[in-house]
Structure formats: C-alpha cells, structure tokens
C-alpha cells in the first residue's frame, strides 16, 4: 500500500520537474524581446480594449505610440489627458491637452414625440432594420431604439430607455471611445467637448427632410426655420439641408438658440435651472 | 421523373388561392407617380418638367448609365411635380408625379389585339427596341433585359430559359399571363432568341400549374425550338441559378455569372413585355399585379399602370382587411414588406400580398439545436448556421467569406425551415453586404 | 387600422419549431417505453416518470436560480433525455439510481455547457456512463419484479451479450452458450434481458420509421451504424464463428438499435453534413463492435457514441456540404 502511494508521488513529481525543464527551454527559445516601455505604456492604458484610439486594443496602442516620433495621433479617450499626459511622462515626451468629449444622442424622439406609424418584427438590431427600410416613424433619420450601440458599448454607458425608444447617454460612464457612434447605421451619435462643468448645448435632431414633413413625423425635430442661427451672436449655427448643427468649438452656451427654437429640437443639458423658462424640453414631452 | 434542381429547397404550402381569378384591367387612376428607380442600376434622369403634357408611353426619363433604363409615362395628362416621394420602405425616391387627363397613347403604339408572329428585325434591332421600351426583368431583380440580351463578347449564350415557375407561394400573375397569352410569351421568347443567336428554347413550369402547362405546350406545338419543361414543386426553383440547374443540368460556378453556362434566363412576364415592346410598339408601362391574401374575401390578378398607388389597388380589391397585419409586395419568401402603402407601384411589382398576424409574425427565437436542418434546405449549399454564428461574432468577414456567404441568394429557406426560429437571413443578409463590400474594395485595388 | 408589420424576407415560417420536434422524438419512443412497462411492470413506468421529472425539475432550477436565464423546459429537451435515460437504465433499477442519473445528465452534460445546443456530450449518455461506473452491480443487475398483465414471461439473468462475454471468459464456445433460447424471434419481439430501451427490436424500428416519416432525423447516421457494425462482425464471425458472435446477433442485442436510432441521432452531439455523419456512423459501429469483442464490458454503444461525439466539432469543420456549382457539368 505504501508502496503504491511512493511510486505514484515520485512519478507525479518526476512527471513535474521533467515537464518544468521542458517548459524553462521551450520559454527561453520563443521568448521574444520586447521594448520594456512597451509594457510601462501598456500597464498606464486603462486596458479596455475597446479601440476607441482606433487601434487594434491596448497593447497595439502601445507599441505603436512607442515607435512613433511623437504623440501625436494618438488619444486615449478612455483614460482622457490624465492617462495621457502619464504615457508622455514615461516616454519623455510633450503632450498637448485634449477636451474631454462626451457621446451625444442627437434624436429626442421618444415614443410620445414621434408616433410609430408600423411596427417592426425583425432581428433587433438597428443595422438590419436600417437596411430594410427608413425605419418605424416618419421620420426617417432618427433613432431606430434597437440597441446597435448598447451593444457595442465596452462601459456600458448607453443604453435604449423602453419608455422613451431612444439611447440615452450615461454621462459619468461614457468615455467617448466612439464606439457606438460607429455603430449607429443612422449616424446619431456624435462626440462633442463635454463642456465646463459639463454644460452643453446642441440640436438633438438630424432630420434633413423639409419642416413640413419633420413637423408631422416628430413634434421635437429640427425643421431648419433657421432662428437659431440667426440668433447666435457667435456663428456658431449653420443650418444645412434642413438641419442645424452647433459648432461646440465655437458655441459659448449663452443660451439664446435655446430660448427661440419652436420645436425645442435645441437641447441644454446640465445648466442651473432658469426661474421662468422649463428646464429640459426634452424631459417634458416625456 | 420531373426535373427539379439538385442542391436544398424547401416545401412552402403554395396557396395558389388567386389562380382562377382572371386578368381584370384595373380601373382607370386619377393621377400616377412614376419611379425612377425601377430597375437595377442607376436611376433614370427625368426629361419632362412640371407642367410638360405627356401621352401614354411618352419616354419621360432616360437611362444615366449603361445598367440604367428609359421610363415612359403609363399615363396621359398634365406633369405635376417631380421631385423626391417615399417608395414601399419609405425611403426617399425622385418620382414624376402625373395628373391624369383621358387615355391618350403615342403614335404608333398598337393596340389591337392583333398577335403578330412574323420577326422581321435584326438581333440589333430587337435589343435596341427592348431597350426604348425600358423592358426590365419581371421576376424581381428588375435587371434591364437589353443588358442581359447582349452579353459580353467572350461569352456564348447556347439557350433560353423562360421562368414560369412561379415557385413563390400565393403568386399567380405568370399563371395567368401563361394561361391567357401563351402564344404571346412564345413569341417574346423567340424575339429574344433570335436576339441572342440561339436556337434552344425552354420554358420551365412548376407543376402545381396544369393548365398554364397545358395551354403554353398547346402553343408551343408552333415553336418547335421551344420545349415546355414541367418542374417538380419546389422553391426556390424561380432562382436563375436555380432554373438552370434544374432544366439544363448545369450548375453557374462560385463567381461566375449564369451566361458562363450558356443559358440566359428571362420571366415569361418579360417575355410577354418583349413582346410587346418588339411587335407593338408598346413601351412597359403596365404589368399584372395579384391581389391576394387568405384574409381578402376576393382574389385578384389586375392588369395595373406603373405608378398606381398601393392604397389605391388596396381600396378597389375592397380595402384592407381588418385583420391584415403585414403587406407584403412579392411573395411571402422573397417579397418586401410594405412600410408606406402610398407607395407607386414599379415595374417588377409582381403581387400584393396581406397576411393575418398568425400567418406572418415572426417567432419568437431560442437556441440554435444545430439540427442542419438550415444546411438541408439551402439551395446553395451553404451552412447558414454557420454563418449566423460568425456573423453574430462580429468582424469574421474572412470567415465568412471562406465560407462563400457571398453565394448566397437570400431566397429565405434557411430562415423558413429554422425549428428554433432564428432569423438566419437576416443575419446573413446583412454580413454579406459587408463580405460584398470588402470584396470589392479589394478588386479596385 | 392596426398597425402594419415590417420585417425582412421570409415572412413566412415552416411549422416545425424545437417543441414539435422534441415532441415527436417522444412519441417515437413510446412503443418503446410501452414494450418497456409491459414487460418490466410499474417500476419500469415509475423509472420513467422519475428520470422525466428529474430532468425537468433540474433545468429548470438551474435555469430559473442558478443562471437566472428565461426557463425553456417547454421545448421538451429535458423530458426527451429523462425518458431515453429511463430506457438505459435496468427497468428494476431503484428510483433515486436515475434521480442521480438525471441530475448528472442535465447539471453536468447539459446546462455546465450552456444549455441546449451548446453541450457536447449526448446528456442522457452522459447520465447512463456515469451511473454505470458509480453503481456498476446496480446498472448490471436485471433480475425482473415481474411483468405485467402477464403478457410477457418473467424473466432474470443477465443480458445476452452480457452472458456471451461471461460465457467466452470462462472457456465456453459460442456454439455451447447460444444452444438454449437466444433465438432471432425473441430477440426481435421481446429480448431476453436487458436495458427497458433494449427489450423490443420491433418497437424501436417503429418509432425510427415514424421520426424517418416526419423527417425529424435522416437515415443516414442510424444505417451507416448499421452497416458498420453487420460487416465488421460479419467479417470476424466468418473468421471465428466460435469465438465471435454472429452480426445478426450483434444488431440486434444490446443498445445498438436504441443508441442508433435515438442518441447517435440527438441534433446537438452529431455532425452537421451527410459525410460529416457517415464518418460519424462509421466510428460508432468500430468502437461498439470492438468493445463488444475484446473489451472487458460486454456493450460499447455508448461509449461509442460518446468518445464519436467528441469528434464531432472536428468533422463539421473539415466535412463541408456540396456546394452548389462545385459539382461537375
């Protein structure tokens, strides 16, 4: 009996040590040098892999910012200029500050602003159904609600709210890595400058048909009547195709545009409540 | 045995429920909206303006490239507009809108009922007349027939196949059309023989057809070039791919296109338009559409002008039902669903079809049994199970091109016959896009 | 106006779906589970009830709690592996043997890999192995509690290929062993002993003639296995007919016609492709007959089945069905 338990642990052990050697060798012969900076880099990376940089993932991200002369070309959106600035510190090198960007739904219609005009009963992915046809509303540019992006979100930061049929950002969470704005078959999604204190103003609405048709598809779409761009002491609204769009390079969040548009398709977000005028238009259609 | 093709299918109950309802004209429209983009290709450019007066079969756009194609005006009367109109999806198409004043047609145009057999045009003549007339394939890809009647120079076109096959379930408008005009599709079938040089003929039929098969081998006793081929029952049989296969015994190779076999597949109701195009004169401006559906209490197969509004077909064939939950233009495996039912009517507007909601809503999905059922069915001998899985792991193109999902030819049987209810098709439909995409880009490099 | 529908192409559906299919493998079994009861009695019905219970019970718990996923025993799956593991146990077997069975079929072959579809071991063979090395006096023991309506005679002992191997260990010729009663008719009509799957040829033909006619599985697997295992003994049998069991015998004992037609087959562990599925056959037949000849257990099926289903990622990879154009003109 003893013996039989001596025989088997010294062949297991035998088996191990034979199979360490074998390792130790085959790992000295593969092994394969390696920039050390390239690790450094790579551990400072958030590690997500979500190739927002537009890299194949982190560790591509790092052994290319290695290579390259400089920094430029090169962002993580995830980490944001804190991550950043710590990759130039430990490659030596000079790195310019990017504003921190936000992903930014430009459709507010919601189930109550846009009535569904058909249903649709197909595989739920907006990439299908925008294949198939111009969608389950009048309005053909809008969100399709079937969750293309939360899908392709690595942060879990957007998500189709069901009582609303739209994606709705999760501000604290998005990390503008751009995922979803490639996801989109709509093309919705835009990053914009997350703004001071988070403050932003924008049109929530791409809808390039006339104002007429807009205006019967969705009680909150652009209808290109031009007021806010005429408003603007800064020019930062064109309106082009029936649509405005706010420059937010440009835009300096006075407001005004805000204040004049009749379909209240221009959004602020995160501004201190005014006494006399309703906050978020989009929250009361809701 | 009858013939039939060697690779998949499926078994879709037919219901042919519309079969003997007999051509109607349908009644005259107060104004007609005319597409330009009723073929494959690009779309036509207009040459009339709002306010122009046009007669029936006056050419009212012109083709903007070599697959492009004329269109005529199904109407007479004054122009109204023309400018963007959604179609069947919604989507944003230039149309020409007519306001109909009387039934003036074109000089020239014949239209007696006269059948005139003698051919007396060169193959140059007859593709070029084809071509005037707009003359588009009619099963559904809408590929405009001159193009495939002149095929590229190193290619030998040795037969025609005419398709009569009708393999969708619930379309009779062929039916009809080979029951009624027989001799007329004969004849539009030996135009286009003529006009590719070849000297065999063949109309391939499914059997759940009889009498159309009776009265078109009746007719065929005068064309002794053309045979009458009755075909097993099986969808998609209607494919061109497919039709080859199962009436020449020869199957187009990966990539190659159905000329590289030497058969040239035409729909009879193209036949019918080739016919009339060559003989009379007379441009594409109406087609037979089926009315149809086991929720309408009447069946319908009407002879309708391009450009009639689907709501207005719908109202005439007694509105729609309380009951109808999907519209479908086509038949239930291939045909489009319906999101805007203002739409016009286009050329290869085959049928109109209403299904109750047990009768067409999807299933809900659950997990994959990996019967291979899918692999059984599919035509093209490929593994749509497969291909949803890579498809669903994102980014696999190469995989997915390694496993041909460019073959494909959507026909639906993979999606039909799934006992766990996963939309294959739509899974795959869209990942080919993307495969067709890659491919190309690679070959303009 | 409702609402219209809009969806891609086909808007059309088959009327198969995975609960029809499930349920017609289960109505393919009952001549099976009736030949079973008849001539085994309540505890063959009990064996039954219990190892269908047990498998659904365990699904669904391990669905609804331990997963937290939507609940699908309505596809029947679950109810299919129960019966076919009540049919791979003794009918005299006691009822916690195929409680623990089923619980090892769904918890460990089945649900650990995914649920339905996903697993890569038929489950029910899963649960008859596992079983038959745990409890192997239990899952060897045949002795009958008696048959009911007295239809059948009573029958004990062991099982034909059970007795041949024990026969041939101890020193006996076949031509001694197969003097008695293991005639072709009984063997076909009612088996002398064995498994409540094992005891009726005609029984399990039935039901594979009905899963043929609603073409819920196709011939293909079951008569390659066939086939395979008919040559192979054949070719031994003409070699040694006193060493050797002859291929009639062989094909019709033990758990071949019931492994064959009704676990080889099971959708999830069996190849895609009709070569795929031939090689597949092909490799059940070798093994089974190979264990039943030189190895120490006297049935091989489901090892067979088993150790080719572990083939089977393998074969759908490199067997590829014709493509349409690849054949020649």
Avoid at chain 1, 114 to 129: E, F, I, L, Q
Avoid at chain 2, 61 to 69: D, M, R
Avoid at chain 2, 150 to 173: F, H, M, Q, R
Avoid at chain 2, 342 to 371: F, H, Y
Wanted: aromatic letters at 6%; charged letters at 20%.
């Amino acid at each position: 009996m003893t013996g039989t338990i001596l025989f088997t642990i010294a062949c297991l052990v035998a088996l191990g040590l034979l199979f360490a050697v074998v390792l130790y060798f085959v790992a000295q012969k593969f092994k394969v040098e390696e920039d050390p900076r390239i690790g450094t880099v790579e551990s400072i990376l958030p590690g997500a892999n979500c190739g927002g940089c537009g890299q194949a993932g982190c560790h591509a991200f790092a052994e290319n910012v290695v290579k390259a002369p400089s920094m430029e070309g090169f962002f993580c959106p995830v980490g944001g200029n804190p991550v950043m600035t710590k990759i130039a510190e430990a490659l030596g090198r000079a790195v310019e500050e990017k504003a921190p960007m936000v992903a930014v739904v430009r459709c507010n219609g919601s189930l109550a602003n846009r009535p569904r005009t058909n249903v649709y009963d197909g595989y739920a992915s907006c990439k299908v159904m925008a294949s198939l046809y111009a969608g389950d509303t009048g309005c053909k540019f809008g969100c399709l609600g079937k969750g293309d992006c939360e899908a392709a979100c690595k942060f879990d930061a957007i998500h189709v709210d069901p009582e609303k049929g739209i994606a709705v950002v999760d501000e604290d969470k998005c990390t503008a890595c751009g995922a979803c704005v490639r996801a989109c078959p709509k093309n919705i999604i835009e990053l914009r400058a997350k703004g001071f204190k988070n403050r932003r103003v924008f049109v929530s609405c791409i809808n390039k048909d006339k104002g007429a048709v807009t205006r019967k598809a969705c009680s909150t779409g652009c209808i290109g009547c031009s007021k806010c761009a005429k408003t603007c002491p800064f020019g930062a609204i064109t309106v082009e195709n029936n649509v405005a769009y706010i420059d937010f390079t440009k835009c300096k969040m006075c407001r005004k545009c805000v204040e004049v548009c009749p379909t209240h398709a221009i959004h602020e977000v995160n501004f201190p409540p005014k006494p006399k005028i309703e906050e978020k238009p989009h929250e009361e259609n809701v | 045995m009858k013939k039939t093709f060697r690779i998949g299918g499926v078994h879709p109950h037919d219901n042919k429920i519309s079969a003997e309802a007999a051509i109607e004209i349908f009644p005259a429209i107060e104004t007609a909206y005319v597409s330009m983009a009723q073929h494959l290709g690009a779309p036509a450019t207009p040459v009339v303006a709002a306010g122009d007066k046009v007669k029936v079969g006056q050419v009212i756009a012109e083709p903007s490239g070599f697959i492009s194609g004329y269109v005529h005006s199904p109407v007479s009367g004054t122009v109204k507009s023309v400018g963007p109109r959604a179609d069947i999806a919604g989507n944003m198409v230039p149309h020409i809108e007519i306001t109909v004043e009387g039934d003036e047609w074109m000089e020239g145009i014949d239209t007696s009922d006269r059948i005139i057999t003698d051919i007396p045009y060169s193959p140059e003549e007859i593709i070029d007349k084809v071509k005037k007339a707009g003359v588009v394939g009619l099963g559904g890809a809408s590929f405009p027939t001159h193009v495939k009647l002149a095929p590229p120079k190193d290619k030998k076109a040795e037969c025609l196949i005419l398709n009569g096959t009708e393999c969708e379930p619930y379309l009779t408008s062929d039916d009809r059309i080979m029951r009624e005009r027989p001799q007329e599709i004969l004849i539009g079938g030996a135009i286009m023989m003529k006009a590719l040089g070849v000297t065999r003929g063949y109309v391939g039929i499914e059997e759940n057809k009889p009498a159309a098969i009776a009265s078109m081998t009746e007719a065929a006793k005068a064309f002794p070039q053309i045979e009458v081929v009755t075909l097993k029952k099986r969808y998609p049989q209607g494919g061109e791919k497919q039709l080859i296969d199962a009436v020449i015994r020869r199957q187009v190779p990966s990539g190659a296109l159905p000329i590289d076999t030497g058969a040239v597949v035409q729909n009879v109701g193209t036949s019918l338009a080739v016919y009339e195009a060559v003989q009379k004169n007379k441009p594409l401006i109406d087609n037979v559409i089926t009315v149809t559906g086991h929720c309408l209490p009447v069946q319908h197969n009407y002879k309708v002008r391009i450009g009639t509004p689907m709501s207005k077909i719908l109202e005439v064939a007694g509105g729609l039902p309380e009951k109808a939950a999907k519209v479908i233009s086509g038949g239930p495996m291939m045909g489009r669903a319906v999101a805007n039912l203002d739409a016009a009517t286009v050329k290869a507007n085959g049928a109109i079809l209403i299904l109750t909601e047990e009768e067409t809503r999807r299933r809900p999905e659950s997990a994959c049994i990996r019967c291979s059922k899918c692999a059984s069915a599919c035509p093209m001998g490929l593994e749509p199970w497969l291909l949803n899985k890579l498809s669903r792991a994102g980014g696999m193109f190469d995989e997915l091109e390694k496993e041909r999902i460019f073959d494909c030819i959507e026909c639906g049987c993979c999606s039909f016959t799934c006992p766990a209810g996963i939309p294959l098709l739509d899974m795959i439909r869209i990942n080919k896009a993307e495969v067709m995409k890659i491919i190309r880009s690679r070959a303009k490099k | 106006m409702n609402k219209l529908f809009v969806s891609p192409s086909p808007h059309t559906h088959g009327s198969e779906s995975t609960q029809t299919i499930m349920r017609d493998v289960l109505i393919a079994l009952a001549p099976a589970m009736l030949v079973s009861v008849l001539a085994s009695g309540w505890s063959a019905l009990v064996l039954i009830l219990v190892g269908v219970a047990t498998c659904v019970l365990t699904e669904f718990l391990i669905q609804k709690y331990l997963l937290k996923v939507p609940v699908t025993v309505c596809d029947l799956s679950a109810a299919v592996t129960g019966c076919l593991l009540a049919l791979n146990l003794p009918p005299a077997a006691p009822w916690w043997l195929i409680v623990i069975g089923s619980i090892v079929a769904i918890g460990v072959a089945k649900m650990t890999f995914g649920g339905l579809g996903q697993n890569i071991f038929n489950p029910a063979l899963v649960g008859r192995v596992f079983l038959l090395v745990s409890f192997p006096v239990l899952m060897t023991t045949w002795n009958d509690t008696g048959a009911m309506f007295g239809i059948v005679d009573a029958f004990s002992g062991a099982t034909p290929l059970g007795a041949v191997k024990e026969g041939l260990a101890n020193g006996m010729t076949l031509s001694q062993l197969t003097a008695d009663d293991l005639t072709f008719r009984q063997q076909f009509f009612f088996n002398v002993g064995g498994s409540a799957g094992e005891l009726s040829a005609v029984a399990l033909i039935l039901g594979f003639i009905y899963l043929l006619c609603r073409r819920v599985i196709k011939a293909t697997i079951p008569v390659t296995i066939f086939c395979t295992v008919f040559v192979i003994s054949g070719i031994f049998w003409l070699a040694n007919p006193e060493r050797f069991t002859n291929p009639v015998f062989n094909l019709f004992t033990g758990g071949l016609l019931l492994g064959a037609i009704f676990m080889a087959t099971d959708y999830v562990t069996s190849p895609m492709t009709t070569k795929g599925q031939i090689i597949f056959g092909i490799g059940i037949g070798l093994i089974t007959v190979f264990v039943r000849y030189f190895g120490s257990y006297p049935e091989g099926v489901s090892f067979a089945i088993l150790i080719m289903n572990s083939t089977v990622p393998l074969l759908n990879k490199y067997c590829k069905p014709r493509r349409f154009g690849e054949v020649k003109k």
